[in-house]
């Protein structure tokens, strides 16, 4: 019986293999024709591409994020995020920043 089992996979796998490989043209590895004019070799993309990027391209962690998800962005989209993540942080906090006065508008930092 388990041989048997192992005869079918193989077999659904070559038809997959099959099916990948020659219907429709080429495809990439998750059986999506590619982007075109991009190849494989080329590296990320910055995720807020646009005609302001500079630097090199290159995957970051993000420390407001606690999940270890990385994100593909040039040095100048990085150093904006890295900007922003320090603004969350302070706005997220328990001590309240440098900048606040509770005399503007008779406002706490802390919650009821």
């Known amino acids: 019986m388990i ?4 005869v079918l996979a193989l077999i659904g796998f070559l038809w ?3 099916y990948i490989t020659f219907d429709n043209g080429p ?3 998750s059986g999506y024709p ?3 004019g ?3 070799m080329e590296g990320p993309r910055c995720l807020q591409e646009g005609s302001d990027c500079e630097g090199k391209v290159e995957y970051h962690l ?7 998800k990385t994100f ?3 040095e100048f989209h990085q150093r904006k995020r890295l900007e922003q993540a320090e603004k969350n942080r302070q706005y ?8 606040f006065d509770p005399t503007y508008a008779g406002e706490r930092w802390e919650e009821d």
């Open 72 to 74: 593909p962005r040039c």
């Open 34 to 36: 590619p982007i075109k």
């Open 92 to 99: 997220m906090s328990d001590i309240p920043p440098s900048w």
């Open 38 to 40: 991009r190849t494989k």
């Open 16 to 18: 997959w293999w099959i």
């Open 3 to 6: 041989p048997a089992l192992g």
């Open 62 to 68: 993000n420390p407001d994020r606690d999940d270890l």
């Open 27 to 29: 495809r990439s590895w």
